[in-house]
């Protein structure tokens, strides 16, 4: 009966042993140990890091990373740092996920694979200030509530802080409320005092960012002076009228004063010496008849409400001048030769206009002769085109002009014998600037010129 028990018992143990040894021989043929493994932690954004890993085995391995079950390939700024993997600047978005470290036995191809890490990455990024309600600022009213936002977002959730013209706004205010997980500032009612510069800083526990670019919030007061029309400067002739025209408005209406540059107020019941021949209009606008002078200057449109700085606006009246042009020297051009003049205009203002001139008739701006800015442009000179030219300018003051004598020389071959020039027979010059001329003693300078020139076309 015992040997009868005994012998099912004897063939139970056998399994169980064989068990145990495979166990015990396979356990030591993939003893892959993980001496250090990566752990999460916190990182900077664009600081460096080190995921560490390494592994402990009997043969070769292959280490390797995954992010998110995803080889990570190297790159310069994250790779593979032996067995590690290092950050040489962290990047919110594309380090964002779960690592791995993974060990490969060369031989068996059995993998081991590590704990997963992640990173807690810190970061602050600078944005601008933008209005949020209303739509847009064409739709800021007084008395309306206006929000703006502040684009600096971070991890962790920054503190913001809201300025107006550079001073800090305190939560405590009861004209404003700030929503710091909306990262709002809100203005409700908003009124003329809530005018101004606005921006915003925010800061955690990566560090602090101000806005990149920040909003101007303007709202008018009804009380407040507005422009409506601004003067403009005058340039008028001597004698002659020059009016200014100025506007402003505001509830109630606003007043509106003259003043001329030495600080003399302008009324119709006062006027002074200098200014004696002025009015001002009902609507503003200052007229001045018969300018001398001594009314050239800066003039003041002053207008103030009820509430509010005064609002200067300044003209300027100039009189018209021109000064005298420069003298033209005579000109002798060859014929079939393309020949310019230019006309320097006077100093004046305004600019004076230039224009040429010839026997009375406006020059054209395109043909043979043409007038091209200041220059009169002859692109063949023949000799009927001799004689007088005038440059004309002009402007408010007046008008100046010049006149140009311009002879126009042709070669010719004399008779034998005649219009010899220093022992040269045959060789002689005709004029044909000046119709029916003829040649003197005196005249030989003309001669001796033109001959040079013949010269040097042979």
Not at 177 to 193: C, D, F, I, Q, Y
Not at 316 to 340: K, Q
Request: glycine letters at 8%; proline letters at 7%.
């Amino acid at each position: 009966m015992g040997a009868a028990r005994g012998s099912p018992a004897g063939s139970r143990r056998l399994p169980l042993l064989s068990v145990l040894l495979l166990q015990l021989l396979g356990g030591t043929q993939a003893a892959m140990v993980f001496i250090k493994q990566p752990s999460s932690q916190d990182a900077l954004q664009g600081r460096r890091a080190l995921l560490r890993c390494e592994v402990e085995a009997p043969g070769p391995v292959h280490v390797y990373w995954l992010l998110d079950g995803a080889p990570v390939q190297d790159t310069e700024r994250r790779f593979a740092q032996g067995s590690s993997l290092s950050f040489a600047a962290v990047d919110r978005l594309q380090d964002s996920g779960t690592f791995q470290c993974v060990a490969r036995d060369d031989v068996t191809g059995e993998e081991a694979r590590s704990a997963n890490a992640s990173f807690n990455i810190k970061w602050i990024e600078a944005g601008p200030v933008v209005l949020k309600h209303p739509a847009s600022e064409a739709e800021i009213q007084p008395q309306t509530q206006v929000t703006l936002r502040c684009h600096i977002d971070g991890h962790p959730r920054p503190t913001y802080q809201w300025f107006r013209d550079g001073s800090p706004l305190s939560d405590g205010q009861s004209n404003h409320t700030v929503s710091s997980k909306e990262r709002n500032l809100m203005l409700r009612p908003a009124g003329p005092e809530h005018s101004g510069l606005y921006s915003c800083c925010a800061h955690n526990a990566f560090g602090q960012a101000c806005s990149t670019q920040n909003f101007t919030l303007s709202i008018a007061d009804e009380s407040f002076a507005r422009v409506v029309l601004a003067p403009q400067d005058v340039v008028v002739a001597r004698n002659e009228e020059a009016m200014f025209h100025c506007q402003f408005s505001a509830q109630p209406l606003p007043s509106l004063q003259w003043v001329f540059e030495d600080e003399t107020p302008i009324t119709n019941r006062s006027r002074p010496p200098h200014l004696r021949r002025a009015t001002v209009f009902a609507n503003g606008s200052l007229l001045l008849t018969q300018v001398r002078p001594r009314n050239a200057g800066v003039y003041r449109c002053i207008g103030q409400g009820q509430r509010g700085p005064p609002v200067i606006l300044e003209a300027t009246l100039h009189l018209a001048e021109i000064e005298d042009m420069p003298l033209f020297e005579p000109r002798v051009f060859t014929a079939g030769s393309e020949e310019r003049v230019t006309c320097f205009p006077p100093k004046g203002l305004p600019e004076p206009s230039v224009w040429w001139e010839h026997a009375g008739v406006r020059l054209p701006t395109h043909g043979r002769v043409y007038q091209k800015g200041h220059e009169l442009v002859w692109t063949s000179i023949a000799e009927s085109d001799a004689g007088v030219y005038t440059c004309h300018a002009a402007n408010l003051a007046g008008q100046r002009r010049q006149n140009i004598n311009i002879t126009v020389a042709s070669e010719h071959l004399c008779p034998e014998g005649q219009g010899e020039v220093e022992g040269n027979p045959g060789l002689g010059v005709m004029d044909r600037g000046f119709p029916g001329a003829h040649w003197r003693p005196s005249q030989f300078w003309a001669l001796w010129v033109v001959s040079i020139h013949y010269q040097e076309l042979e």
